[in-house]
């Protein structure tokens, strides 16, 4: 993996231009809300994987790189935006360029263009994980579980376990929807040979005792045993084979089909019912009807899925792992679609069955209707083709919401005329003269050969359709046992290091957190211990706090598991936010302490926790940066010793004085807040933390004078006539100061007080910049320009500054 030297941007999102030196350390951005910080994370993350993940995903639908990448005044620009990363390869020993442009996302430009760092760029780009913002945390923790399955799965790359899973699930299923019509084509079967043998059970000594009967009175020898190779008109040559009738039969075949168009009505009647109120459902939520069409064509899309390219729209994609999630994120928001799926598709398949047997009531009266009744029989045919046609139509999701009116006019479309030709038909038989026994014999021969036959055939397949449904659900068990065996373990080892790295975090009250992942089919449930009451759902009990430092923890445990050692850059926007006040201190260390190796870029609105990050040296002064605002026209503006003078300048060339006084107002804003923590100035206390530069300035200033009176005190003490000289010289001219005089007159004169500043014109805001940039420099150091600070704190000894060129003695000779 890689890590971050520089980065040059320009006109992307709400930086107009930007350069920053990471150095291949932690580094951190912070600002107020609204400065331009996030803008940071878009670029890297932009020039590294080609996207965003701030302009997609749930809630950003209409947003896209292409056209809300560039920045606000470059839009019909896009060439103008583009980032420039500068990046090492540790194990290429390598160091190398990308540049990328908005207006051509797929083609960045590397330098040097060899393989092996091009092929590194891909693999980067293949990991957009790297980057953990605010609402990605949720994805983890509050989260139902079958979804915190496929997220923490899509992060560990293991997509396709879950797709191997919802495949054979999915084939499993059809396997057994085919095995049920596969055993009612054999009831039926069974069902017209009994009827036809005329024995109330189907039972190998019945069948032989009908047929033998029939053999006897034909002179022809028993048949002993039935083998499946046995033919019951075994015997008869064939030209003294008959024709297929036997008047008997066929009245029993009539009659069944009779009885069952008299209790038609209510057959099927339930699940009908069923199908007709998730179609009305579907009416009357047009949305979720949109949803049930989309899944689908998305389910069809990701069956033809193979390569880059989009089978639905002919869109290619980076590469086929983001095309299929897209696809799947697209499949999973149709949930209630997916519900009224499965209970649609259950009474489709429960109506198959009831089609499935009504035809083979139909198929042998069609051979009667043709001796007696030709406009009968291709009625029924009409009928049998329809009843086929119909039961196939219900494994599909589209044709079963196709089906309301034929299933609102009845759900067996029978024919309206077909009870009175029944009648006629069975009138018609019963005028045939009886047979004789010898001809009745023969006829019911041939007729039972040719079901059993038919019979033979429906249990192959029902015995095929069977097996191949149990191994079907075999195959899925078994994947699932094996998925979970090996999920297990594998989150054993995450959850290990999840409960280590939060115990490190809440080490003062949590010591003994626990933490659980548990996978089964799909689905992932994370349990937590709550102080040793038990483990229970993060959001059960824990404050939000606590989850989302959970969420960052998890996180980490995750990327370890994934990358191991090569763990080596992660993007942090805003998230560290999440961990309160409390542990920050542990949190750095634990970043320090457990990921040494890892080059984390941090964003943060909260200027306290930027300060505690520098404290705990985590980052520093050179490896963080500081907005102090931002105006659509300039982008963030940076705080630091000379930018922020420049860019007031720049600003008021142009005549803006208001956003001239804006950045002014906000840098001593910043280092007054900055200068009152160096210095442990006193001011008025706030409970709420939240002082105002009217409040912290004049605090500041009083504390400087004192301790400037205190070192010219201290020297005059030791006999240090150069140290008093420099203390009173540094004293003198900060009275002198006319920022210092100005900041004394805010009480009593509101005409300079900055909260005037923006009504001033140019030349009056001139000297109002001058004073104040000259009051500043009282506080730092001539020669390393760094703030000067107290220490120790809260009761220091010295004031000094960074490279130790003042160090003025605060302690006063002892008496």
């Not at 291709?378 to 589209?398: H, M, N």
């Not at 919401?401 to 030709?421: D, F, I």
Request: proline share 4%.
């Amino acid at each position: 993996m890689i890590k971050l030297e520089s980065a040059h941007i320009e006109e992307v999102r709400g930086i107009r231009k930007l350069d920053i030196t990471f150095g291949k350390n932690t580094f951190s951005v912070s600002g107020p809300n609204g400065s331009g910080k996030s803008g940071v994370i878009d670029a890297i993350e932009f020039a590294l994987t080609g996207k965003m993940s701030r302009l997609t995903g749930a809630g950003t639908k209409g947003l896209s790189v292409a056209e809300h990448g560039p920045h606000v005044d470059k839009t019909k620009f896009p060439d103008a935006a583009f980032v420039s990363l500068t990046v090492h390869f540790q194990e290429l020993g390598k160091t190398a360029t990308i540049t990328r442009k908005v207006s051509a996302p797929k083609k960045p430009t590397i330098n040097p263009n060899e393989p092996d760092i091009r092929a590194a760029f891909d693999e980067i780009a293949g990991h957009p994980e790297i980057t953990l913002s605010r609402r990605d945390i949720l994805r983890f923790i509050l989260i139902e579980p079958t979804k915190r399955s496929e997220e923490i799965q899509a992060i560990l790359k293991l997509d396709e376990i879950g797709q191997t899973r919802a495949a054979l699930n999915t084939a499993g299923n059809r396997l057994q929807s085919a095995q049920k019509l596969a055993s009612t084509q054999v009831d039926t079967s069974r069902d017209t040979l009994q009827r036809h043998l005329q024995i109330a059970e189907f039972r190998a000594p019945d069948l032989l005792s009908a047929v033998n009967a029939r053999r006897k009175t034909l002179g022809l020898p028993e048949i002993a045993t039935l083998a499946a190779d046995t033919k019951l008109d075994a015997g008869l040559s064939g030209g003294d084979k008959l024709p297929e009738f036997n008047k008997a039969s066929q009245l029993r075949d009539l009659e069944a089909l009779s009885g069952a168009l008299e209790k038609i009505g209510p057959a099927g009647a339930e699940p009908t019912t069923v199908i007709l109120a998730a179609i009305a459902h579907l009416e009357a939520d047009p949305s979720l009807l949109d949803a049930f069409q989309r899944r689908a064509l998305i389910e069809k899309g990701l069956e033809l899925l193979d390569g880059a390219e989009c089978p639905l729209c002919d869109h290619s994609w980076d590469n086929e792992d983001h095309l299929r999630k897209h696809l799947e994120t697209k499949l999973s928001k149709s949930g209630e679609a997916a519900k009224l799926q499965a209970e649609m598709l259950g009474a489709g398949s429960t109506l198959a069955q009831y089609s499935a047997r009504l035809g083979g009531l139909i198929a042998p009266v069609v051979r009667i209707a043709a001796e007696h009744n030709d406009a009968a029989r291709q009625l029924l045919d009409r009928w049998a083709q329809d009843l086929e046609t119909f039961k196939g139509g219900l494994s599909d999701l589209q044709g079963l919401v196709g089906m309301k009116s034929r299933l609102e006019r009845g759900w067996h479309g029978l024919p309206g005329q077909l009870a009175t030709m029944l009648v006629a038909i069975r009138a018609a038989v019963d005028a045939k003269p009886d047979q004789t026994a010898h001809v009745d014999a023969h006829t019911f021969l041939t007729t039972a050969q040719l079901r059993l036959d038919d019979y033979r055939e429906a249990m192959r397949k029902g015995t095929a359709a069977q097996k191949a449904a149990k191994l079907g659900k075999a195959a899925y068990e078994a994947y699932c046992d094996v998925m979970e065996t090996e999920l297990n373990a594998l989150y054993d080892s995450v959850e290990k290091d999840f409960s280590t790295y939060y115990k490190a975090v809440n080490e003062d009250d949590e010591v003994k957190f626990t933490a659980k992942l548990s996978p089964s089919e799909g689905k992932l449930d994370f349990n937590v211990n709550f102080y040793e009451r038990g483990l229970f759902p993060p959001g059960a009990y824990h404050s939000e706090g606590h989850q989302d430092g959970m969420g960052v923890c998890l996180y980490l445990a995750l990327m370890k598991r994934l990358f191991g050692d090569r763990f080596t850059l992660a993007l942090l926007d805003d998230v560290v936010m999440s961990v309160d006040s409390g542990h920050r201190y542990q949190f750095c260390k634990l970043l320090k302490s457990y990921f040494p190796n890892t080059q984390f870029i941090i964003t943060t609105h909260d200027r306290l926790w930027a300060e505690q990050m520098r404290s705990a040296g985590l980052v520093t002064t050179k490896t963080s940066l500081a907005f102090h605002s931002w105006t659509v026209d300039t982008g963030p503006l940076v705080e630091s010793n000379e930018e922020i003078w420049d860019e007031i300048a720049a600003a008021l060339s142009r005549g803006k004085v208001e956003t001239a006084a804006h950045g002014l107002r906000r840098h001593l804003e910043y280092a007054s807040r900055h200068l009152a923590d160096q210095l442990a100035a006193r001011p008025a206390f706030r409970s709420d933390g939240n002082y105002e530069l009217g409040e912290l300035l004049p605090s500041v200033l009083v504390r400087m004078n004192e301790l400037c009176g205190k070192a010219a005190d201290a020297a005059q003490s030791w006999g240090n006539t150069a140290a008093k000289e420099e203390a009173l010289s540094r004293k003198t001219a900060l009275s002198e100061s006319n920022g210092a005089r100005s900041v004394e007159q805010w009480a009593v004169n509101k005409a300079v007080h900055y909260n005037e500043w923006a009504n001033f014109g140019k030349k009056d805001f001139e000297p109002v910049i001058a004073a104040f940039k000259s009051l500043l420099e009282c506080f730092r150091c001539d020669d390393c320009g760094s703030w000067l600070y107290a220490s120790p704190k809260p009761i220091p000894e010295s004031l000094r500054c960074a490279c130790n060129k003042v160090t003025l003695n605060l302690k006063s000779k002892p008496k």
